[in-house]
């Protein structure tokens, strides 16, 4: 029966993870609405940028929890083209208004890629964006995709992503979608490559090119498979011949990084090493243990019982789900150098496992 109940606590606490986690997410989104007067400032006070942060994300838990961020949230994504991380120095941030770098209009493409937890159902080019986006605290929301002119032929720029400062979690299953066009003629090219830490990039022998009619594009969970289990990643889009007839300008916009978030793998919390062939551990502090095999930090304790264990994030402590001695499930903590003393939140005590 105990046995039972164990696996019914741990299925609830598995769907539970499962519904906060293990699901496609929009991680950085960006529809360049912040920048002003179509150059690259943004702000009341026009403020020269060379890098822009997403301003949609799936993943934000500051501030009000819309699907949105604002320029004083965390950010999960950068929009680099200033020298770092293997873009380029597109603009000068004291001149930010000698290239025209935002065309005005929306495009309609990826429209949905926008779509999160928070901001369900929710697009790029939703009216509901604004009143959002200025509770976050952006200046402006301004109907603009990015442009890149001529003079930035074979230049690169670079969509970062992450989970989060010292993210515990990974993502899976990668994915990147922009829209683009032509603004008014002619074509050129993209070309792509991808990195983990903004540095060493792999060229994915992929190229997008990009013609007058708005069209949705993207680098796959099969492109970019490479980067499963990465908190952080990097598309670097490098762009072919720009053509100095005049509207023969390539547009961005809508842009999405997605992935599944999922815990990262915690390992074996209490330390042991194998004894024998049965799938017995034995450790230093927390003794003998038996991993459910297939059912990652779940094991059959002589002392305890089945257990849920998972690691403490601000100690090396560990928490364990369990039965007590009045056979309620509940939460109890210890460490390495406490143990077999171990705290019971139910009852609100140190007690000893005998």
């Known amino acids: 029966m105990k046995t039972l109940q164990f696996f019914g606590a741990l299925a609830a606490l598995v769907s539970i993870s499962a519904a906060l986690h293990a699901q496609d997410n929009l991680i950085a989104g960006w529809d360049f609405s912040p920048y002003r007067a179509g150059y690259s400032a943004v702000g009341n006070d026009y403020t020269g940028v060379d890098t822009l942060w997403a301003n949609f994300s799936g993943i934000d838990t500051l501030g009000t929890t819309n699907g949105f961020c604002g320029p004083n949230d965390y950010h999960f994504g950068t929009f680099y083209y200033n020298g770092q991380y293997g873009?380029?120095?597109?603009?000068?941030?004291?001149?930010?208004?000698?290239?025209?770098?935002?065309?005005?209009?929306?495009?309609?493409?990826?429209?949905?890629?926008?779509?999160?937890?928070?901001?369900?159902?929710?697009?790029?080019?939703?009216?509901?964006?604004?009143?959002?986006?200025?509770?976050?605290?952006?200046?402006?929301?301004?109907?603009?995709?990015?442009?890149?002119?001529?003079?930035?032929?074979?230049?690169?720029?670079?969509?970062?992503?992450?989970?989060?400062?010292?993210?515990?979690?990974?993502?899976?299953?990668?994915?990147?979608?922009?829209?683009g066009k032509m603004l008014a003629g002619g074509s050129t090219t993209i070309s792509w490559s991808y990195s983990t830490d903004g540095s060493s990039y792999t060229d994915m022998g992929i190229t997008h090119t990009l013609t007058t009619v708005d069209t949705r594009y993207e680098l796959t969970a099969d492109d970019l498979g490479e980067l499963d289990g990465a908190s952080e990643v990097y598309i670097r889009g490098t762009l072919g011949t720009i053509s100095t007839q005049l509207g023969y300008i390539p547009l961005l916009d809508n842009v999405a990084i997605r992935a599944t978030v999922e815990a990262a793998p915690t390992g074996d919390l209490f330390g042991g090493e194998p004894y024998g062939d049965l799938g017995w551990y034995y450790s230093e502090w927390f003794k003998w243990y038996w991993p459910l095999p297939g059912v990652d930090n779940a094991y059959f304790s002589p002392k305890m019982g089945w257990i849920y264990a998972k690691a403490d994030e601000d100690s090396d402590g560990v928490w364990i789900w369990a039965h007590d001695t009045g056979l309620k499930w509940t939460w109890f903590y210890t460490e390495p150098d406490l143990y077999p003393l171990v705290y019971n939140t139910r009852t609100q005590r140190w007690e000893r496992v005998r």
């Open 87 to 179: 873009s380029s120095q597109m603009i000068d941030t004291a001149s930010p208004f000698a290239v025209f770098w935002a065309a005005t209009g929306d495009l309609t493409s990826n429209d949905e890629a926008a779509a999160n937890p928070y901001y369900e159902g929710g697009t790029f080019n939703s009216t509901a964006k604004r009143s959002l986006l200025t509770s976050e605290g952006q200046a402006t929301v301004n109907a603009y995709s990015v442009q890149f002119v001529a003079e930035l032929s074979g230049q690169s720029f670079v969509f970062a992503a992450n989970l989060g400062e010292d993210a515990a979690e990974i993502g899976n299953g990668w994915t990147f979608s922009y829209a």
